[in-house]
């Protein structure tokens, strides 16, 4: 699962980028083994990484204008180096890699949460499933830079400072939806209305959250933070957050919505087909 491979033209030795910064990434934690509930909350971050990086890069070659197609790719890109770090970690319970965990896993193995599993629909849809989970993850980081575990703060550290620009990429284009003509103000409508009842699940407080006091960002402490930067968007934007219907997730129990096993036959056939095949 490496993203970018350079070739030294001195050893003619393939050196993987991302393996490296990876590296960087674990000396906090040196080379402890993540405990089977560290391994697990791990999952359900490391899995909302993963599965929503799937659905950006969808957008390549497809977003309403070029510099789009970039700004999701790299996004995408920011989010499967995320996924990378905290499966890695997760893997050290059981020695599993982390293309173990990616690719060969079945679907009630993920432990995603059901808004990132949420179809892309049009530009304006995927571009309010960005500003919730972005905007969550902001403040999930935000905390866990202070975690009793050095793996989990040190991967927290450095995401946070991506998923910053994440957020601010989001609001900007919500800001900009809502704001132009009829037909992209009644999308970014319709859109934020169609994400909304996936919102309540990232919050939910779970047993493993009492298990790893201190280790784990408890969700329901993160709402506030949400809360606060969602109103100032909506208020700016004109946007009347929606109330009724909330869904009843189940991600984190390994209970997913329907797509979620679309796209992992998706990402998953080259690896399965091929199992151990390099190139």
């Given at each position: 699962?490496?993203?970018?491979?350079?070739?030294s033209?001195?050893?003619?030795?393939h050196v993987s980028v991302d393996a490296l910064e990876l590296a960087d990434e674990f000396v906090a934690g040196a080379d402890a083994a993540a405990s089977p509930d560290v391994a697990e909350y791990a999952l359900w971050l490391?899995?909302?990484?993963?599965i929503l990086s799937q659905q950006l890069g969808w957008w390549i070659a497809r977003a309403p204008e070029l510099e789009e197609d970039v700004a999701l790719g790299n996004i995408a890109l920011d989010l499967l180096g995320h996924a990378r770090s905290l499966l890695r970690y997760a893997g050290t319970a059981d020695g599993r890699t982390e293309d173990d965990l990616a690719y060969f896993r079945d679907e009630r193995d993920f432990r995603s949460a059901w808004i990132v599993e949420q179809p892309n629909g049009d530009f304006a849809q995927t571009i309010a499933r960005q500003l919730i989970v972005s905007t969550y993850m902001f403040e999930l980081y935000s905390t866990l830079r202070s975690s009793a575990d050095p793996t989990l703060a040190a991967i927290a550290d450095k995401s946070l400072k991506e998923v910053d620009y994440h957020r601010d990429h989001a609001v900007q284009w919500t800001l900009r939806l809502a704001g132009g003509t009829d037909e992209s103000r009644d999308r970014m409508l319709r859109a934020v209305a169609a994400m909304w009842p996936y919102v309540d699940e990232l919050f939910r407080d779970e047993?493993?959250?009492?298990?790893?006091?201190?280790?784990?960002a408890r969700p329901s402490s993160l709402r506030d933070g949400f809360d606060a930067v969602i109103a100032a968007v909506s208020a700016e934007?004109?946007?009347i957050v929606p109330e009724g219907f909330i869904s009843a997730g189940g991600g984190r129990r390994g209970i997913h919505f329907s797509t979620l096993g679309y796209l992992l036959a998706e990402m998953q056939v080259l690896a399965r087909q091929h199992p151990g095949a390099t190139w």
């Open positions: 699962m490496t993203d970018h491979d350079v070739v033209t001195d050893t003619d030795v490391g899995d909302d990484a993963l047993s493993l959250s009492d298990r790893l006091d201190g280790i784990a934007a004109e946007i």
